[in-house]
Protein backbone atom coordinates (compact mmCIF):
# COMPACT_ATOMS: atom_id res chain seq x y z
CA UNK A 1 0.00 0.00 0.00
CA UNK A 2 1.44 3.52 -0.54
CA UNK A 3 1.83 5.97 1.91
CA UNK A 4 -0.80 8.95 1.77
CA UNK A 5 0.14 12.04 0.33
CA UNK A 6 1.64 14.75 2.58
CA UNK A 7 1.22 17.88 2.50
CA UNK A 8 2.38 21.15 4.48
CA UNK A 9 1.60 24.50 5.70
CA UNK A 10 3.60 27.13 6.33
CA UNK A 11 4.08 30.56 7.26
CA UNK A 12 4.60 33.34 9.91
CA UNK A 13 3.10 33.20 13.13
CA UNK A 14 -0.41 34.80 13.33
CA UNK A 15 -0.68 34.26 9.48
CA UNK A 16 -3.87 32.10 10.23
CA UNK A 17 -1.89 28.19 9.36
CA UNK A 18 -4.41 26.37 12.04
CA UNK A 19 -7.79 27.98 11.01
CA UNK A 20 -6.91 27.46 7.35
CA UNK A 21 -6.02 23.66 8.24
CA UNK A 22 -8.83 23.26 10.12
CA UNK A 23 -11.15 24.24 7.18
CA UNK A 24 -8.68 22.05 4.86
CA UNK A 25 -8.31 18.66 6.12
CA UNK A 26 -11.95 17.58 5.62
CA UNK A 27 -12.01 18.54 1.86
CA UNK A 28 -8.59 16.67 1.65
CA UNK A 29 -9.76 13.64 3.87
CA UNK A 30 -6.66 14.18 6.25
CA UNK A 31 -5.61 14.44 9.69
CA UNK A 32 -3.29 17.19 11.01
CA UNK A 33 0.44 17.04 12.33
CA UNK A 34 1.45 20.05 14.47
CA UNK A 35 4.72 21.00 13.65
CA UNK A 36 4.75 23.27 16.53
CA UNK A 37 7.63 23.73 19.12
CA UNK A 38 5.31 24.84 22.00
CA UNK A 39 2.28 22.53 20.93
CA UNK A 40 3.63 19.73 21.46
CA UNK A 41 4.01 20.36 25.32
CA UNK A 42 1.46 19.67 27.94
CA UNK A 43 0.43 22.17 30.13
CA UNK A 44 1.29 25.11 27.88
CA UNK A 45 -2.49 26.28 26.44
CA UNK A 46 -2.44 29.49 26.36
CA UNK A 47 1.50 30.72 25.49
CA UNK A 48 1.45 28.26 22.36
CA UNK A 49 -2.24 29.49 21.21
CA UNK A 50 -2.94 25.51 20.80
CA UNK A 51 -6.35 24.36 19.16
CA UNK A 52 -9.08 24.39 21.61
CA UNK A 53 -10.67 21.09 23.03
CA UNK A 54 -13.18 21.73 20.10
CA UNK A 55 -11.16 22.18 17.59
CA UNK A 56 -9.40 19.22 18.04
CA UNK A 57 -12.48 17.52 18.39
CA UNK A 58 -13.09 18.47 14.84
CA UNK A 59 -10.09 17.07 13.36
CA UNK A 60 -7.51 14.20 14.36
CA UNK A 61 -4.22 16.39 15.55
CA UNK A 62 -0.78 14.52 16.21
CA UNK A 63 2.08 16.21 18.31
CA UNK A 64 0.28 17.77 20.33
CA UNK A 65 0.17 17.74 24.42
CA UNK A 66 3.13 14.76 24.22
CA UNK A 67 5.96 16.19 26.22
CA UNK A 68 5.97 17.29 30.11
CA UNK A 69 7.44 21.09 30.11
CA UNK A 70 10.57 19.36 31.37
CA UNK A 71 11.18 17.50 28.34
CA UNK A 72 13.29 18.79 25.09
CA UNK A 73 11.92 19.13 21.65
CA UNK A 74 13.96 17.99 18.78
CA UNK A 75 13.72 17.54 15.01
CA UNK A 76 14.70 13.71 15.46
CA UNK A 77 11.33 13.60 17.81
CA UNK A 78 9.15 15.43 15.56
CA UNK A 79 10.41 12.81 12.62
CA UNK A 80 10.09 9.77 15.13
CA UNK A 81 6.08 10.98 15.61
CA UNK A 82 5.77 11.79 12.22
CA UNK A 83 6.06 8.57 11.14
CA UNK A 84 4.09 7.49 13.89
CA UNK A 85 1.59 8.93 12.07
CA UNK A 86 1.88 8.87 8.94
CA UNK A 87 1.90 4.60 9.45
CA UNK A 88 -1.38 5.49 11.32
CA UNK A 89 -2.97 7.66 8.17
CA UNK A 90 -1.80 4.75 6.24
CA UNK A 91 -4.24 2.13 7.77
CA UNK A 92 -6.94 4.16 8.30
CA UNK A 93 -6.50 5.19 4.84
CA UNK A 94 -6.34 9.30 5.61
CA UNK A 95 -3.88 11.76 4.00
CA UNK A 96 -1.57 14.51 5.97
CA UNK A 97 -1.49 17.69 6.64
CA UNK A 98 1.31 19.04 8.16
CA UNK A 99 1.00 23.13 10.07
CA UNK A 100 3.21 25.01 11.84
CA UNK A 101 5.54 27.50 12.04
CA UNK A 102 8.55 25.94 13.10
CA UNK A 103 9.73 25.03 9.30
CA UNK A 104 13.35 24.65 10.77
CA UNK A 105 12.37 21.03 11.89
CA UNK A 106 10.62 20.31 8.53
CA UNK A 107 13.95 21.11 6.73
CA UNK A 108 15.80 19.11 9.09
CA UNK A 109 13.81 16.25 8.71
CA UNK A 110 13.58 16.28 4.96
CA UNK A 111 16.94 17.05 4.37
CA UNK A 112 17.74 13.83 6.41
CA UNK A 113 18.99 13.31 9.83
CA UNK A 114 21.84 11.61 11.04
CA UNK A 115 20.50 8.76 13.73
CA UNK A 116 21.84 9.83 17.32
CA UNK A 117 20.95 7.66 20.63
CA UNK A 118 19.37 8.94 23.49
CA UNK A 119 21.92 10.08 26.61
CA UNK A 120 23.48 7.27 27.89
CA UNK A 121 24.78 9.40 30.72
CA UNK A 122 22.88 11.77 33.00
CA UNK A 123 26.26 13.45 34.13
CA UNK A 124 26.76 14.08 30.42
CA UNK A 125 22.78 15.06 29.86
CA UNK A 126 23.33 17.50 32.89
CA UNK A 127 25.94 19.04 31.18
CA UNK A 128 24.89 19.44 27.91
CA UNK A 129 21.58 21.24 29.95
CA UNK A 130 23.41 23.17 31.79
CA UNK A 131 25.60 24.58 28.50
CA UNK A 132 22.33 25.25 26.72
CA UNK A 133 21.08 27.19 29.74
CA UNK A 134 24.12 29.55 28.88
CA UNK A 135 23.98 32.46 26.08
CA UNK A 136 24.01 31.48 22.80
CA UNK A 137 27.25 33.36 22.43
CA UNK A 138 28.87 31.16 25.13
CA UNK A 139 27.24 28.24 23.70
CA UNK A 140 28.92 28.99 20.40
CA UNK A 141 32.35 29.94 21.67
CA UNK A 142 32.35 26.25 23.42
CA UNK A 143 31.32 25.01 19.76
CA UNK A 144 34.38 27.04 17.91
CA UNK A 145 36.64 25.02 21.07
CA UNK A 146 35.60 21.37 20.63
CA UNK A 147 35.02 21.76 16.14
CA UNK A 148 36.16 25.08 14.63
CA UNK A 149 35.48 23.36 11.52
CA UNK A 150 31.81 23.03 11.73
CA UNK A 151 30.88 26.28 13.96
CA UNK A 152 32.79 28.19 10.95
CA UNK A 153 30.08 26.45 8.24
CA UNK A 154 26.55 27.71 10.55
CA UNK A 155 25.53 31.26 11.72
CA UNK A 156 26.72 32.51 15.49
CA UNK A 157 23.00 33.28 16.14
CA UNK A 158 21.84 29.44 14.57
CA UNK A 159 20.22 28.46 18.00
CA UNK A 160 19.19 25.28 16.57
CA UNK A 161 22.34 23.70 14.51
CA UNK A 162 24.40 25.05 17.38
CA UNK A 163 22.73 23.32 19.94
CA UNK A 164 22.10 20.04 17.81
CA UNK A 165 26.24 20.34 17.86
CA UNK A 166 26.56 20.48 21.51
CA UNK A 167 24.17 17.32 21.74
CA UNK A 168 26.28 15.70 19.34
CA UNK A 169 29.10 16.14 21.15
CA UNK A 170 27.96 15.51 24.57
CA UNK A 171 26.35 12.17 24.03
CA UNK A 172 28.99 10.55 21.50
CA UNK A 173 31.94 12.45 22.92
CA UNK A 174 32.86 13.08 19.33
CA UNK A 175 33.25 16.33 17.51
CA UNK A 176 30.04 17.17 14.86
CA UNK A 177 32.08 17.21 11.74
CA UNK A 178 32.91 13.97 12.78
CA UNK A 179 29.93 12.60 13.94
CA UNK A 180 28.54 13.55 10.38
CA UNK A 181 31.34 11.66 8.43
CA UNK A 182 30.37 8.30 10.03
CA UNK A 183 27.03 8.99 10.42
CA UNK A 184 25.72 10.29 7.21
CA UNK A 185 22.36 11.73 6.66
CA UNK A 186 19.20 10.18 5.92
CA UNK A 187 17.08 11.56 3.72
CA UNK A 188 13.33 11.93 4.54
CA UNK A 189 11.54 8.77 1.80
CA UNK A 190 8.25 10.61 1.57
CA UNK A 191 7.34 13.44 -0.92
CA UNK A 192 5.65 16.18 0.83
CA UNK A 193 4.04 18.86 -1.29
CA UNK A 194 4.90 22.18 0.46
CA UNK A 195 2.75 25.54 0.76
CA UNK A 196 3.40 28.57 2.11
CA UNK A 197 0.84 31.29 3.10
CA UNK A 198 2.00 35.32 2.02
CA UNK A 199 -0.29 37.51 4.24
CA UNK A 200 0.51 41.29 3.56
CA UNK A 201 3.01 43.11 6.66
CA UNK A 202 0.04 45.34 7.85
CA UNK A 203 -2.40 42.52 8.38
CA UNK A 204 -0.05 39.92 9.84
CA UNK A 205 0.94 42.82 12.47
CA UNK A 206 -2.59 43.70 13.17
CA UNK A 207 -2.96 39.85 13.86
CA UNK A 208 -0.06 39.92 16.45
CA UNK A 209 -1.68 42.49 18.14
CA UNK A 210 -4.64 40.69 18.79
CA UNK A 211 -3.39 37.41 19.54
CA UNK A 212 -0.64 39.07 22.04
CA UNK A 213 -3.84 40.66 23.54
CA UNK A 214 -6.24 37.36 23.93
CA UNK A 215 -3.01 35.53 25.24
CA UNK A 216 -2.44 38.02 28.48
CA UNK A 217 -6.31 38.65 28.91
CA UNK A 218 -6.47 34.71 29.01
CA UNK A 219 -3.93 34.89 31.82
CA UNK A 220 -0.26 34.01 30.05
CA UNK A 221 1.22 35.01 33.11
CA UNK A 222 -0.82 32.78 35.20
CA UNK A 223 0.61 29.96 32.75
CA UNK A 224 4.38 31.16 33.33
CA UNK A 225 4.18 31.46 36.96
CA UNK A 226 2.62 27.72 37.38
CA UNK A 227 5.37 26.35 34.76
CA UNK A 228 7.96 28.31 37.13
CA UNK A 229 6.74 26.62 39.91
CA UNK A 230 6.51 23.11 38.90
CA UNK A 231 9.95 23.13 36.97
CA UNK A 232 11.99 26.13 37.09
CA UNK A 233 13.21 28.61 35.12
CA UNK A 234 15.97 26.47 32.55
CA UNK A 235 12.95 24.29 30.63
CA UNK A 236 13.22 25.20 27.21
CA UNK A 237 9.53 26.46 26.99
CA UNK A 238 10.97 29.34 28.59
CA UNK A 239 13.30 30.17 25.38
CA UNK A 240 9.88 30.62 23.41
CA UNK A 241 8.52 34.06 22.92
CA UNK A 242 6.04 35.00 25.38
CA UNK A 243 6.70 32.66 27.99
CA UNK A 244 10.47 34.34 27.73
CA UNK A 245 8.76 37.69 28.22
CA UNK A 246 6.77 36.45 31.41
CA UNK A 247 10.04 34.87 33.18
CA UNK A 248 11.65 38.05 32.77
CA UNK A 249 8.28 39.64 34.55
CA UNK A 250 8.19 37.61 37.30
CA UNK A 251 12.02 37.51 38.36
CA UNK A 252 11.58 41.40 37.99
CA UNK A 253 13.71 42.38 34.82
CA UNK A 254 10.67 44.23 33.67
CA UNK A 255 7.88 46.51 34.28
CA UNK A 256 4.14 44.90 33.76
CA UNK A 257 3.40 47.50 31.28
CA UNK A 258 5.92 46.81 28.85
CA UNK A 259 5.42 43.01 28.53
CA UNK A 260 2.27 43.66 25.76
CA UNK A 261 4.30 45.63 23.91
CA UNK A 262 7.98 43.43 24.44
CA UNK A 263 5.72 40.19 23.36
CA UNK A 264 4.17 41.92 20.14
CA UNK A 265 7.91 43.60 18.95
CA UNK A 266 9.31 39.82 19.32
CA UNK A 267 6.58 37.90 17.30
CA UNK A 268 7.30 40.61 14.74
CA UNK A 269 10.86 39.65 14.28
CA UNK A 270 10.33 35.77 14.69
CA UNK A 271 7.55 36.40 11.70
CA UNK A 272 10.10 38.13 9.60
CA UNK A 273 12.37 35.81 10.40
CA UNK A 274 9.90 32.72 9.43
CA UNK A 275 8.82 34.58 6.39
CA UNK A 276 12.79 34.66 5.13
CA UNK A 277 13.44 31.51 6.21
CA UNK A 278 10.21 29.64 4.28
CA UNK A 279 11.12 31.61 1.18
CA UNK A 280 14.50 30.92 0.72
CA UNK A 281 15.00 26.94 2.39
CA UNK A 282 12.99 25.21 0.54
CA UNK A 283 12.68 24.25 -3.44
CA UNK A 284 9.32 23.74 -5.47
CA UNK A 285 7.33 25.49 -2.54
CA UNK A 286 3.76 27.10 -3.67
CA UNK A 287 2.93 30.36 -2.33
CA UNK A 288 -0.77 30.85 -0.76
CA UNK A 289 -1.12 34.35 -0.85
CA UNK A 290 -3.90 36.45 1.31
CA UNK A 291 -7.13 36.02 1.49
CA UNK A 292 -7.54 32.67 1.12
CA UNK A 293 -9.86 30.97 -0.71
CA UNK A 294 -10.52 27.62 0.98
CA UNK A 295 -12.21 25.69 -1.87
CA UNK A 296 -9.71 27.08 -4.13
CA UNK A 297 -6.84 25.78 -2.42
CA UNK A 298 -7.93 22.18 -1.66
CA UNK A 299 -8.78 21.79 -5.40
CA UNK A 300 -5.41 22.83 -6.14
CA UNK A 301 -4.07 20.20 -3.60
CA UNK A 302 -6.39 17.39 -4.60
CA UNK A 303 -5.47 17.98 -8.34
CA UNK A 304 -1.81 15.77 -6.96
CA UNK A 305 -3.23 13.25 -4.89
CA UNK A 306 -2.85 10.01 -6.09
CA UNK A 307 -5.18 7.35 -4.93
CA UNK A 308 -4.25 5.20 -2.19
CA UNK A 309 -4.19 1.19 -3.24
Known amino acids: MDYP ?5 LGATCSGKSALSLKLAPLLNAYIFSLDSLCIYKEIDIASAK ?10 HFAIN ?3 PKEHVSASLFQSLLCESIEQCKKERKNLLIVGGSS ?3 KAIIQGLSPLDTFKSNMKKAE ?4 TNQPLSTQYSFLKSIDSTYAAKINSHDTYRITKALEIFFQTNMPP ?9 VPFPIPI ?16 EIRTQNMIESGILNEAKSLLESYGKTIQPFKSIGLRECLMLLRNEMKECELKSLITLHTRQLA ?6 NRTQFSNITQIHYPFNIQAIADTMLEKIKPID
Not at 177 to 185: G, V
Not at 201 to 206: E, S
Not at 272 to 277: A, D, E
Open 177 to 185: TQFFIQNPP
Open 272 to 277: KRQTTF
Open 104 to 106: FYL
Open 5 to 9: RIFAI
Open 193 to 208: DIYSLIVPKDILHKNI
Open 128 to 131: FLAL
Open 51 to 60: PTSDELSLVK
Open 66 to 68: VLS
